[in-house]
């Protein structure tokens, strides 16, 4: 397939990706007022649909390896492209992102967001922040699921190297829970930036969990070199060598 055609049916996927969301958050927005329940269902309906309309629009497939928890826990993923966001969110049975404070006020999102149990973090000073990041955990533990917190902070494209931030580290520690690391290569097919999109199969692999008790520099080091080992793998099984 031509870079032109490739290119040209990525632009109208990206474009029907935003409709998409406008047509499925109103479709449930009635339901999803009156019930948490059918606002994870109009979530996840629409992870499935943007799966499903990738395979056959721009060829990315997807593929899950290893075993979605389903129990209480942090789940700490690869975070390359937003295409992830679906993938880990549509394979959780009951899946709640810490995410910016910013995306509260985004159209939709936002309001879904906060109806499934996400909880909104303020970036500011990085001590204060993980101070309000573990009392927002704390006042939502109620809710039952699997907190996701991307370990960078944000999107890394493959063979960037970035830090891993002791947010992580410091809920690990105050929740007690197990945390299960996933990687992924999916920024091979879908980057950070850019319009393009190619053809391919990006894969989500959930890593053996890593149980509480360690000190927090041993639990972060366990953490990046289980996520990067892995998603090296990944990145050089679809073809990328950078």
Excluded at 29 to 50: D, G, N, Q, T
Excluded at 137 to 159: D, F, S
Excluded at 175 to 192: D, E, M, R, S, Y
Excluded at 199 to 222: D, H, Q, R, S
């Amino acid at each position: 397939m031509s870079y032109a055609v490739q290119l040209t049916r990525s632009l109208i996927f990206n474009a029907y990706m935003y409709v998409a969301i406008l047509a499925f958050g109103l479709a449930f927005l009635i339901p999803a007022i009156f019930s948490e329940r059918a606002a994870v269902m109009a979530c996840k309906s629409y992870c499935w649909h943007i799966r499903w309309v990738a395979s056959w629009m721009i060829g990315l497939k997807t593929e899950y390896r290893g075993t979605p928890p389903t129990e209480e826990c942090m789940v700490a993923p690869k975070h390359q492209s937003f295409f992830d966001v679906l993938m880990i969110f549509g394979a959780l049975p009951r899946g709640k992102f810490i995410f910016k404070s910013l995306l509260k006020y985004a159209p939709i999102v936002g309001q879904y967001g906060l109806r499934i149990g996400c909880i909104p973090v303020d970036r500011g000073k990085r001590g204060q922040a993980i101070k309000k990041m573990v009392a927002d955990v704390e006042a939502g533990r109620a809710r039952p699921g699997q907190l996701i917190i991307y370990p960078q902070g944000t999107r890394i494209n493959p063979g960037v190297k970035a830090p891993y931030k002791v947010g992580t580290g410091v809920l690990y520690r105050e929740l007690g829970q197990p945390v299960v690391p996933v990687a992924t290569n999916v920024g091979v097919f879908w980057p950070k930036r850019g319009f393009l999109r190619k053809p391919g199969t990006a894969v989500f692999e959930f890593l053996p969990k890593i149980e509480p008790g360690l000190e927090v520099t041993e639990f972060m080091a366990k953490l990046e070199h289980d996520i990067e080992t892995a998603s090296d793998r990944l990145n050089k099984e679809a073809g990328f060598d950078g």
